[in-house]
Structure formats: C-alpha cells, structure tokens
C-alpha cells in the first residue's frame, strides 16, 4: 500500500504541482481511503520527504556501486560512471524532479540532500586519494565537493531548464569532459563540440 501511495503522490504532484496537491486528491488516486493514507503519513509535506528519501537513497546506492567497483578500473571510466549515475537518477522521472526542486519547500528537504552530498563527496574523496598522483588538483577532498556539486547542480538545472536533454548521452558526455578536465587535465571523450566543425 505504501508504494501505491508514493506513485499516486508522484502523478497528483505532476499533475497539480505542489501547492495544489491534496492527501485527498493522493488517496483517490492511489484507490485508498484518506484515513489509511494517514496510517502512514501524516500529511502531504511527509510524503514529499519520503520521495525525496527515495530519490536521495537510490542516488547513494548507485554512487556507492560506482566508486565501489571502480577500486581498480580507469578513472576516467570511473568518473563517467559517477555522471552517469546522477544522471540516470535524475532520468526517472524528469517532471517530478522538477516540481520537487521548483516548487517544494526546502526545509527538510535541504537535510537530506546535504546529508546525501556528505556521504557521496566522503566516498568520493577516498577515491581521488587513491588516484591522488594523477589528479592535477591539489586536494581530493576539496576536488570531491566540487565534483560532487557540479554534477548534482547541473542535472538539476537540467531538469529544469532543458529536460530534453536528460536522455541525451551528449549531456553525460560533456559533464564527463568536465569533470575530467577538471580532474586530470585533459578531456578522455571526444564530442562533436571537441572535435570542431564536420
């Protein structure tokens, strides 16, 4: 009953947005008396932070596969598996991510993402301390927020702004540039862009 109630509140919050989503308007969509909704959640703010707990938890658990699996792979394979991962995240579902950064108060969701981001950079600078002699940056910690940062504010702008470009593989390929440009010098994905006029 849980999940049903989680994907109602993700239609009714695309459909209306979030000022004009009910726990009513969620009930009846997920076929479920507004009574049993509040056996769970007490009001619509609480099924907001379990979507976001959702979103933020899948987001942890692939970045923690990357880095996991990438003890002895190329960095730069590594890196484009860490932008893809925020990526993919973010492509689940473009439209609920945009209202939840748009339009959702920010109170308890600032927590969680910062708690995420904490998480993700720490992991991310045991990484880069592994790699340490080939970054052309100073300090893998500072590196890793940065990295970390940039990925997550460029797929939410994307969300945003350009969200057709959520599918497109040239988005992951230019972040990837970015990332390793920044990282190692010099760029291991060559685009259209890269390689100049046809």
């Not at 969509?29 to 979507?51: D, I, M, T």
């Not at 190329?74 to 609920?96: N, Q």
């Not at 910690?141 to 969200?163: G, K």
Request: with cysteine; hydrophobic share 45%; aromatic share 4%.
């Amino acid at each position: 009953m849980v999940e049903s109630i989680l994907e109602a509140t993700i239609r009714v919050l695309v459909a209306r947005g979030y000022d004009h989503t009910t726990t009513i308007a969620i009930a009846e969509r997920a076929g479920v008396s507004v009574g049993s909704l509040y056996q769970y959640f007490p009001n619509k703010e609480s099924l907001v932070a379990a979507l976001v707990e959702r979103h933020t938890t899948e987001l942890l658990a692939c970045t923690e596969r990357v880095l996991t699996d990438a003890e002895d792979s190329d960095p730069a394979d590594t890196m484009r598996a860490f932008v893809r991962a925020s990526v993919d995240a973010h492509r689940v579902d473009p439209a609920l991510h945009k209202i939840l950064v748009e339009q959702v108060p920010r109170v308890g969701k600032i927590k969680t993402a910062m708690d995420t981001s904490r998480v993700i950079v720490a992991k991310l600078t045991a990484y880069l301390e592994q790699h340490r002699k080939r970054l052309v940056v100073s300090d893998p910690a500072i590196a890793a927020f940065v990295v970390e940062t940039s990925v997550e504010a460029l797929t939410h702008r994307v969300v945003i702004e350009r969200p057709d470009l959520v599918t497109a593989r040239r988005l992951e390929d230019e972040a990837t540039n970015l990332v390793l440009r920044y990282l190692f010098g010099a760029p291991a994905v060559r685009t259209k862009c890269a390689m100049g006029p046809a």
